[in-house]
């Protein structure tokens, strides 16, 4: 039974998506990565990923599509990711070195940690075909 960690790829208008600057751990600080988090027991992963939002960004998100299926990460985890919208609040790095919302044409302006390079290129052909 893996771990299973969602994330959010936060999207706004023009195809916008919101990049998290990773502060710990030292491994991956630096790093940028979609936001959020392991999911508790007894939680539904789409809850997990309202209070991680929460947590973390002090927003407020709409869950919708899932992108992909499981998505590798480290041993024994597995990464769960949904586009989600912003229902309420500004985002702001409570959690991260920096926060960075990346239009098209800016989607590889960062550099994205090895699990969430692959989403992002997924998420990009996503809305290129809306």
């Known amino acids: 039974m893996s771990i299973v960690v969602v994330a959010a790829v936060i999207v706004a208008d023009g195809g916008r998506v919101l990049a998290a600057q990773r502060a710990q751990p030292a491994a991956l600080a630096g790093g940028w990565e979609f936001p959020g988090g392991k999911v508790d027991p007894g939680e539904s992963e789409a809850a997990a990923l309202v209070r991680e939002c929460r947590e973390e960004l002090g927003v407020e998100v709409s869950v919708g599509a899932r992108v992909g299926g499981d998505w590798p990460l480290a041993e024994g985890y597995v990464m769960r990711v949904w586009l989600c ?8 790095a409570r959690e991260h070195l920096a926060l960075r919302w990346l239009g098209p044409g800016e989607y590889y302006d960062v550099e994205w940690l090895g699990a969430d390079l692959p989403i992002m290129k997924t998420v990009e052909n996503l809305l290129h075909r809306d």
């Not at 919208?85 to 702001?92: H, I, M, R």
């Open 85 to 92: 919208t912003l229902a309420s609040g500004s985002p702001e």
